[in-house]
């Protein structure tokens, strides 16, 4: 069984920073695109930052320059370095990534469970 499984998240104050983590695990034959998209309250999920397989890296305008995607093909992992946090960048974050697993034999997008961001002001 393919599972995306998140690590990092919880509370900073305005200007902090925080890393989040996701590796993957189970029976995976490969991995496209990893990245992370975000939920706040009352809101619809947006991409925060994604990245190919080979390092091409894409960023929502909102965290480009504050925020720092980096994934690890060799260990199936991505991670999201994010710096002065605002207020705004409160809410939950998902893993998501185009994994290829050997059941299915295709390409299928794969979700975390989430982890919450709160950044008090």
């Known amino acids: 069984q393919v599972q995306l499984v998140e690590s990092g998240g919880g509370l900073v104050q305005a200007g902090g920073s925080l890393r989040l983590s996701c590796a993957a695990s189970?029976?995976?034959?490969?991995?496209?695109?990893m990245g992370w998209y975000r939920q706040a309250p009352g809101k619809q999920r947006e991409l925060v930052a994604d990245s190919t397989s080979g390092g091409s890296t894409n960023y929502a305008g909102s965290v480009k320059g504050r925020f720092t995607i980096s994934r690890d093909n060799a260990k199936a992992t991505v991670s999201l370095q994010m710096n002065s946090l605002k207020p705004e960048d409160t809410a939950v974050y998902y893993c998501n990534a185009n994994i290829q697993a050997v059941s299915t034999g295709t390409y299928l997008q794969r979700w975390g469970q989430g982890t919450l961001v709160t950044v008090s002001s």
């Open positions: 189970g029976s995976i034959v490969s991995i496209g695109a």
